[in-house]
């Protein structure tokens, strides 16, 4: 570890401190070439997770194009800022507390899906009909009279 204002590699660590539950640990470091003081965070390296897709092919987990793809249903939708982030580290953390190495893009569709029913109907439906291609309008005609039937008890009581 060098020193980043001098590039001294020898320093000292002057405190450490556990982050998020020991997932990370903060360390203070002072060079001791030059005294400069600098903070390093240092992380398990996550275990490899790999998503067979549709066609066959494997590729490596991208938690940023899987929230990305979230975010993009959230368009305009009155949700809070960083929901589409959430999302996707709530599906990385089922996922790999799973323990799998790999998994199915549809399991991962499905998660979103769910994440998604319980943040926004519009966007899971526009999130559903990309993702899960309904194999027609009844599909997807289903899927919304089963949102409106989970409506009634909160519709049923308002009244103007
Ligand atoms: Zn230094």
Known sequence: MRCPTCEERDTRVIDSRD???????????????????FTTYERTEAARLVVLKRDGTRQEFDRDKLAAGIRKS??????PDGAAERAADDIEAILRAAGATE???SRIGELAMEQL?????????????????????????????????EREPETGGARR
């Open 103 to 105: 998994v199915d893009s």
């Open 19 to 37: 982050l998020d539950e020991a997932a990370t640990i903060r360390r203070r470091r002072e060079c001791v070439a030059c005294g400069a003081r």
């Open 74 to 79: 959230l368009t305009r939708r009155p949700v």
């Open 117 to 149: 029913r319980a943040l926004d109907q519009i966007a899971f439906i526009r999130f559903a009909s990309v993702y899960q291609s309904f194999e027609d309008l009844e599909t997807l005609k289903r899927e919304v009279d089963s949102l409106y039937a």
